[in-house]
């Protein structure tokens, strides 16, 4: 099998679906698409066709947690701007903004649900 990327989707697990989409739209500055699923409520984040997707979703059986999976998100050249406007929503950082060679910059925050989230740039 000859694939693309390993991961082709994501789910956040949220308790409260509108204070999590407020969250999200607010702190990367983006829309989410609300839609229902076989009784499971996801909002999908923005992506170009070939890209990786993911959603935010509720339901009975995931719940968040910041022990739970790590999901890098791309904050290209905005990590700073990011992380603040994070903080303002209530979040944790978890791990601040490092360096890590070639691969660019990381950090990890909590997101409104209690998800630890990470955060991804080539720039500073």
Not at 49 to 73: H, N
Not at 115 to 120: F, M, P, R, T, V
Request: charged share 25%.
């Amino acid at each position: 099998m000859n694939v693309k990327n390993v991961i082709n989707w994501f789910e956040i697990p949220v308790s409260d679906y509108e204070r999590a989409i407020n969250f999200y739209e607010e702190v990367f500055d983006i829309e989410l698409k609300k839609e229902m699923m076989d009784g499971v409520e996801l909002a999908i984040f923005p992506a170009e066709d070939a890209a990786i997707a993911g959603a935010l979703m509720k339901s009975d059986f995931q719940q968040p947690g910041e022990q739970g999976s790590l999901v890098y998100l791309n904050v290209e050249g905005k990590m700073d701007e990011v992380i603040n406007r994070a903080q303002k929503q209530g979040a944790k950082v978890y791990f601040p903004k490092t360096h890590i060679g070639d691969p660019g910059y990381i950090a990890h925050i909590s997101d409104s649900e209690g998800n630890k989230i990470a955060l991804h740039s080539m720039d500073a």
